[in-house]
């Protein structure tokens, strides 16, 4: 019986050496060295790109150690260069001192900045906070539609608001417009009959259009996905102006193509199930994104936890969902296990 233990152990661990990768960081900078509340962080740099990599991995470490200040991706271009801005500053930065910017890619590359709350101009001569000018943001032309899923009938009380455009791969297609599936559904009775039963809680716009933004008819019905990704990736220009219009949404959120938890977040945990990332920093790590609400566990009051280890079998779950070879419902169900047995302890 110990023989057979042994074999599935091994075997559980045989997945984390089977992916190797090319991609490393070769170097990063900071704008400054000495960063104040309320600052930017500019940080720049370029890896060695590899397209089976999407995210670079960044992670901030507090002084002392023991904690995250900011963790967060970028995505790097074609050539390998990269730029991200953060923010000094909140909860999480509540000490004085260095702090360690670790970058993941295939590889860590570490470099440190100091924080200090208040500079010593502001502590003898306190100017006067500056009220940004309010402007006014337009409404939206078509109010965007937000139906509620039923709830599943398990014994789980988990339930997400679905991205009905991730049910069926490659449906709707990045290379057909809107416009396209509303007129087949309005023309072809047997092709609604298949759509209605497979989005029974659904309209057609809402599964294969897009949501309304503040400018008018952007995104058009009338143009494909594709359309405007690659106009994104190939026209400087254009993904300049994307940028100022949408600051902190990827050209895949506004199409409606985003999913529950963002993508980089597999890598994250990737990461961490091949031993990029300690232990240490993917618990910090999983305790800042759950504190800041990049993962949202329904039904959980989540403020802060204590966690002092994590089970083994999570890591397996964390490689398996990375690789998508289990669903991201059974990931955050796993993870709602750890808060609910109180191994996640939620304070």
């Known amino acids: 019986m110990k023989c057979y233990f042994l074999l599935f152990s091994v075997l559980l661990l045989i997945p984390f050496g089977l992916n190797p990768s090319f991609g490393t960081v070769n170097n990063f900078t900071t704008d400054k060295s000495l960063y104040h509340l309320g600052d930017s962080i500019k ?62 890619y295939a590889g860590n590359l570490e470099k440190s900045i100091d924080y200090e709350k208040l500079s010593s101009n502001s502590q003898s001569n306190p100017a006067l906070p500056v009220v940004p000018e309010k402007k006014p943001t337009p409404l939206p032309v078509v109010p965007e539609k937000k139906p509620t899923p039923l709830p599943a009938d398990d014994e789980s009380d988990i339930s997400f608001t679905e991205n009905p455009k991730m049910r069926i791969l490659g449906f709707p297609s990045f290379d057909k ?33 897009y949501g309304a933004t503040h400018i008018e008819n952007f995104p058009s019905f009338d143009k494909s996905p594709q359309y405007y990704i690659d106009r994104y990736n190939t026209e400087p220009q254009y993904q300049s102006w994307f940028d100022s219009q949408f600051p902190g949404k990827t050209i895949y959120d506004i199409l409606g193509f985003s999913t529950d938890i963002p993508d980089w977040i597999k890598t994250y945990a990737k990461n961490w199930a091949t031993g990029e990332i300690s232990d240490s920093e993917f618990i910090s790590g999983l305790d800042f994104m759950l504190q800041n609400k990049i993962i949202v566990i329904p039904n959980v009051d989540y403020v802060h936890s204590a966690i002092d280890d994590v089970p083994s079998w999570f890591r397996n779950t964390s490689h398996w969902w990375s690789n998508d070879l289990i669903s991201q419902q059974e990931f955050v169900n796993s993870l709602k296990f750890l808060i609910q047995k109180d191994i996640i302890l939620i304070e």
């Open 43 to 104: 940080i720049t740099g370029n890896v060695n790109y590899d397209s089976a990599i999407p995210s670079i991995i960044i992670q901030i470490i507090t002084p002392s150690g023991s904690g995250l200040a900011h963790v967060d991706s970028v995505i790097p271009k074609n050539d390998g260069t990269f730029t991200k801005i953060l923010h000094a500053g909140g909860p999480t930065w509540n000490e004085n001192g260095k702090y360690i910017i670790k970058l993941s």
């Open 177 to 209: 417009s809107p416009q396209y599936y509303i007129d087949r559904y309005n023309t072809e009775p047997q092709y609604q009959s298949w759509f209605d039963s497979q989005f029974p809680l659904y309209q057609i716009d809402d599964v294969v259009g």
